[in-house]
């Protein structure tokens, strides 16, 4: 009787754990250097799954996403909204809302001390209403929507809530 009850209390835990994992909450462990300063390679990073069910991506987020319906989990930030055109000019990214609008440059205090947007592979980009434009904090090693183009809004699979670094000991919420 004892067995028994210890064993379906570790079946309910089980499968508990699994739609936990499956729907809700997911840990990753960070590979390279692409969003560095804010997450760096060895950070275990704890993704939201259902932070945009109710609400859609904000410039800034961090996301996972998988590109192209790909199996490769990428963490990206959000800079580039649907209906907007982005474009890197002199290091810099700008956005335009409209057909007329000029531009505004966006404000990243989130980069490393000196780092610009590599011009590589992008001078306009037209996203579509289900499109988002990401790119990695550490834009001299991250590919990303420069490279693999537009994020698909169902290829974004949740949004980063926070890191942990063991190592040193840190914690960072975002």
Not at 6 to 35: H, Y
Not at 135 to 151: A, K, T
């Amino acid at each position: 009787m004892q067995k028994a009850k210890i064993l379906s209390v570790f079946i309910v835990a089980f499968i508990a754990a699994v739609l936990i994992r499956t729907f809700v909450m997911e840990g990753f462990i960070v590979v390279g250097a692409s969003m560095e300063p804010a997450i760096k390679s060895g950070d275990y990073v704890f993704v939201n799954k259902l932070a945009f069910i109710k609400s859609e991506p904000k410039r800034g987020d961090v996301v996972v996403a998988s590109p192209r319906g790909g199996n490769k989990k990428l963490i990206k930030r959000i800079i580039g909204l649907p209906g907007e055109r982005v474009s890197i000019e002199n290091g810099k990214v700008v956005i335009r809302a409209g057909r007329l609008d000029e531009g505004e440059i966006l404000a990243e205090a989130y980069l490393g001390e000196g780092q610009t947007s590599s011009t590589t592979g992008i001078s306009l980009i037209k996203l579509d209403l289900e499109e988002y434009f990401a790119l990695g904090d550490n834009r001299m090693v991250s590919i990303d929507s420069r490279e693999l183009g537009p994020v698909d809004e169902w290829d974004i699979k949740g949004k980063v809530i926070g890191s942990l670094n063991l190592m040193h000991f840190r914690y960072k919420g975002f």
